[in-house]
């Protein structure tokens, strides 16, 4: 399969807790986004890279999230102290180009209880 | 800040009905998108439209693009089961860098009854 991967599909969380979610674009694309979706809502976007570098943060990335992109390849996201209003979607998704495409990634469904 | 409004929120069609969704911007885009999520799916790109008055189409799938590049539509022609699904339309956000920075819509949720 060479389409986005997410890891993990599912995650429940205490509140209070630090997660990390991973993504793998497919190859060779150099732009990745990171999006939230809650039930009933669109996507919300959240941040983009360009290889390694983080060019735009949303208001919604609250100083508990941070994203990073170390080597311009995979991409990690990780929310510290969970709160209960963090459980959603978390989706990824890649593109070759800024005129091209993204193709989404399946998701990390986050369940904070 | 900009928002992108979908209505309707629901339709619920027999197989064989036609549907629309109409979505409308509070800002001039310079394109939009639509995608289509499965139940317990993730998005899946549809199509793009960019130039004012566009339309395109995919099969049954008919998008258009205002003329004021402010407000967009997709219409389905004769329904099917596996067109179950919520069609939303994204906009780019303000700023360079890419298309694919977007702002979406609250979607349309399709239900199709065999």
């Known amino acids: 399969d060479t389409g986005v991967s997410q890891d993990p599909r599912h995650k429940i969380t205490k509140r209070g807790q630090n997660v990390t979610f991973r993504c793998d674009p497919i190859?060779?694309?150099?732009?990745l986004y990171w999006y939230r979706q809650t039930l009933g809502q669109g996507p919300e976007f959240l941040t983009y890279f360009q290889n390694e570098a983080q060019l735009e943060k949303s208001r919604l990335l609250s100083d508990r999230f941070s994203a990073e992109r170390p080597k311009g390849s995979f991409s990690t996201l990780e929310i510290q102290r969970t709160e209960q209003g963090d459980s959603a979607m978390y989706l990824c998704?890649?593109?070759?180009?800024?005129?091209?495409?993204?193709?989404f990634g399946q998701g990390t469904r986050l369940t904070v209880v | 800040g900009q928002q992108v409004m979908q209505i309707p929120q629901y339709q619920h069609v027999q197989e064989g009905e036609d549907f629309t969704t109409y979505c409308n911007s509070s800002?001039?885009?310079?394109?939009i998108q639509w995608y289509k999520q499965r139940p317990g799916g993730h998005p899946v790109f549809l199509i793009q439209?960019?130039?004012?008055?566009e339309v395109k189409k995919q099969k049954r799938l008919t998008f258009q693009f205002g003329e004021a590049k402010k407000n967009s539509s997709l219409h389905i022609t004769a329904t099917q089961t596996t067109d179950v699904g919520t069609y939303f339309c994204a906009g780019p956000r303000f700023g360079g860098g890419s298309n694919y920075k977007l702002t979406f819509g609250k979607g349309t949720l399709l239900t199709v009854n065999p």
């Open positions: 800002t001039t885009l310079s394109n």
């Open positions: 998704a890649s593109s070759a180009r800024a005129d091209i495409e993204a193709f």
């Open positions: 439209l960019v130039k004012s008055g």
């Open positions: 190859s060779e694309h150099n732009r």
